[in-house]
């Protein structure tokens, strides 16, 4: 029986391959340095490679699957809502703070789910904008406000 590739995961890997292949020749174009004194493209280079290299396990793995899983339709509300709360995060993290701006991130992101309550969304929304300000405020020292309001 001959196995026949899974096109899902033949689409993602080639697309992340030509993701780690653009990376890495766009590497190229600064100086690589040393491992002892590295330089502004050798992070890149190992990153892209990195990434190609990933390309390449996800594709050998879509090969050697048995069967061809059907393609499904994207899910088109959870896009519209997702970037949505990209917006909406991006248009208020700097006049209000990012406390707000990571509430209505992952309320909005939450929407388009159906299986999610409002209290679990409430919960999770809240745990997160806690974990946002200690992450980047405190533990990193970003320069971002909590909660501000106002321009």
Known sequence: MMKRVNRVELTGS???????????????GYRMGTLSEMGPGFFPLVVGLMITSLAGIILLAGIWKERDKAWKKPDLRAMFWTLCALVAFALLVRPFGIIPAVVVLILTCLAARSDTTWPQAAVIAAGLAILA??????GLGLNLSALRWGV
């Open 14 to 28: 080639l697309a992340l391959g030509a993701f780690g292949i653009f990376y890495t020749v766009k590497a190229f």
């Open 133 to 138: 300000y200690l992450l980047f405020i405190v």
